[in-house]
């Protein structure tokens, strides 16, 4: 069985006949918990959503559409056997089926691979094709319904145009042309569908209609909206002017050994995007990946190179955005070092390393990669040093800091590199890894529980920020001051843990957009756990929280928390060893809590032997972004387990 609401709400059996659901309010019940996504949705918020004023007898009608749904749905359940697909669960009901059974899911789905891999186009084409109108189009304009309709419909949107663009780049889209003219004409405030349509006309060999439609974007911009077009509407224009079809312009731009970088290239703009956050940190990853496959087509080693290592935008998180896509530039980077020798020019190979290094995020390794990567960090710092570069050396500084999490307790040495960033761009103008340097001193501050100097840091960061046009500075020392008012929650008179969880919401909602899918999901629920730790109470249970790539570490607090004893102990064992990053040590404590919690003395006398190094440290603070409270309160429990 599938259930489709891209279009009215329907469900159709494995043959394709379609199940009678029954009347308005049975398809809205089952549209609404497709919306959830296989969350539960209380009683409470079911009658709220179908009802402007809910009747005396409401819960009883939820429940009658409910049994109506399942027989429906399940004919052939024996009438003592619980539901497989319309769940009871806690309080509310939820909906079971596999994502690739509901349309909304599907398309969702694959947009999000197409994001990632560009081989995926064939199938976003499908999905967008399967839809029939209007998501929930048969569902009363309730609240939630608009807002789920808003939302698909701004998914379709950019499928529509990530499809445009996938097949543009590729050196196809001819075709495009009535598609996305279409698609102008509906949404003529969509500035990218300009340019898409542009590129096609332009492919189509029709320059000057191409050019014509850029004149109308610009026309519509200035004369109705008072702004001018954006950056790649304007470089597309030029390309234009300049003749190569607009698959070919980085090919003809870069052509031939020697060429300089200039600021209108691809990986430069992709550079430039990378530093304002959200959407436009998006598209510059795509664009940074583009920009080197297709050096990597012209079979210039050194141009290549110029490429791969142009991209120097500091980091600082040590899980990546898009681990695909740093692993397809890793693997870039090593077949260009590698095709390059020994003898490559040095500059070149120290940008290929500290790449390596860089994107290399020790969150994502395993095995003999972290070693490799650590190498590459150490190898880069040494030729910058020799070369005497200092904007080479602020890069190959970050690969170094991004590769010291090798063990727990390592602040000490991050702040020396902290140090070091900072001095290197105040005296050579680096804004950007003086931005850097501030933020890593913030974080080894945060980690040591020095909170008014990573105070001071974060006022300092966001001066530089605001000099610097780096939006994503005060979204992260908005989490450093959360951190700071949770770890004073604690003390007499200071604030309270309420007043802790809002400021820990509020960074949250300012990072939700910013671009950073690697650092912002499970960050947020961590830091409830951590405060609710710091406060000597059981983790959350809510089960919409999202707990990310931390969950296999929380998973047996919030069992213990359910008072599922046997369920956390078998979690407990299943856990891995924590990756070696900036929240080692967390993960490290939440482990030691649960063992403790349990008496499995194995696993705390493991926690405590991996602990010892950060005793003077608080748990989770090297993020400076939450806190568990300090390391050592943890380790001596701990020990005290282990019998040592």
Do not use: K
């Amino acid at each position: 069985m599938r259930i489709d609401v891209l279009g009215a709400v329907r469900a159709l059996r494995d043959d394709g006949s379609p199940v009678e659901l029954g009347g308005p309010r049975h398809r809205e019940v089952l549209a609404r918990l497709v919306a959830a996504e296989g969350r539960m949705v209380t009683t409470d918020t079911l009658v709220d959503d179908l009802w402007t004023d809910p009747p005396v007898r409401a819960v009883g009608a939820l429940r009658t559409f409910v049994a109506a749904l399942r027989r429906a749905l399940e004919p052939d359940r024996p009438p003592r056997d619980a539901p497989r697909v319309l769940v009871t669960e806690g309080p509310g009901y939820a909906l079971r089926l596999p994502r690739e059974d509901v349309d909304a899911h599907r398309f969702q789905d694959t947009l999000a691979r197409a994001r990632r891999d560009p081989g995926a186009v064939a199938e976003l084409g499908a999905v967008l094709a399967a839809w029939r109108g209007p998501a929930y189009a048969d569902v009363p304009d309730s609240a939630w319904a608009q807002r789920e309709r808003a939302r698909l419909e701004e998914l379709r949107l950019e499928a529509v145009e990530l499809r445009a663009r996938i097949l543009l780049d590729s050196g196809q889209g001819a075709e495009l042309v009535a598609e996305l003219g279409a698609h102008v004409a509906e949404h003529p405030w969509r500035e990218p569908a300009w340019g898409l349509l542009a590129r096609a006309l332009h492919r189509a060999g029709r320059q000057a209609d191409a050019l014509a439609v850029l004149r109308r974007a610009r026309s519509m911009l200035v004369d109705q909206l008072g702004l001018d077009p954006g950056a790649e509407l304007r470089r597309l224009e030029t390309e234009i002017l300049n003749g190569p079809a607009p698959g070919e312009a980085a090919r003809a731009t870069w052509a031939g050994p020697g060429v300089r970088l200039g600021p209108r290239t691809t990986v430069e703009l992709a550079r430039t995007l990378a530093l304002a956050g959200g959407d436009a940190l998006v598209h510059s990853r795509r664009d940074r990946l583009a920009a080197i496959r297709a050096a990597e087509r012209t079979g210039d080693l050194l141009l290549t190179a110029r490429i791969i290592g142009a991209y120097d935008v500091p980091a600082l998180w040590s899980r990546a955005d898009d681990p695909e896509q740093s692993r397809a530039v890793v693997e870039a980077a090593e077949r260009t070092l590698s095709a390059l020798g020994p003898d490559g020019p040095a500059d070149l190979s120290a940008r290929l390393l500290a790449t390596i290094a860089v994107e290399s995020r020790s969150a994502d390794l395993s095995g003999a990669e972290p070693v490799r990567a650590g190498r590459a960090a150490r190898q880069a710092e040494a030729l910058a040093r020799g070369l005497a570069d200092p904007g080479l050396l602020a890069f190959a500084l970050n690969g170094v800091f991004l590769q010291s999490f090798g063990r727990p307790g390592l602040a000490p040495v991050r702040d020396r590199i902290g140090a070091e960033l900072l001095d290197l761009g105040g005296r050579h103008g680096l804004a950007n890894f003086a931005v850097l340097g501030r933020l890593v001193r913030l974080q080894s501050a945060s980690a040591l529980g020095e909170l008014d100097a990573a105070t001071a840091h974060a006022e300092a960061a966001d001066g530089l920020a605001a000099t610097t046009e780096a939006p994503l500075v005060p979204v992260l020392t908005g989490w450093l001051r959360a951190r700071v008012t949770a770890a004073r929650s604690t003390e007499p008179g200071g604030p309270t843990a309420a007043t802790a969880a809002a400021e820990y919401r509020a960074a949250e909602e300012a990072l939700r957009t910013a671009g950073m899918p690697g650092l912002h999901r499970g960050l947020f629920p961590l830091a409830l756990l951590g405060l609710r730790l710091l406060h000597d109470r059981p983790a959350p249970t809510d089960r919409r929280l999202d707990w990310g790539p931390y969950r296999p570490w929380t998973r047996p607090l919030v069992l213990l928390a359910e008072d599922r004893t046997a369920e956390a102990r078998a979690a407990l064992a299943a856990a891995p060893e924590p990756p070696h990053d900036h929240l080692q040590e967390a993960l490290w404590c939440l482990t030691a809590r649960a063992a403790v919690r349990l008496g499995e003395r194995t696993v705390a006398a493991r926690a405590a032997a991996a602990l010892r190094g950060a005793a003077a440290e608080d748990a989770g603070a090297a993020s400076g972004m939450l806190t568990l409270g300090p390391v050592a309160r943890y380790l001596a429990e701990a020990e005290a387990c282990a019998g040592n």
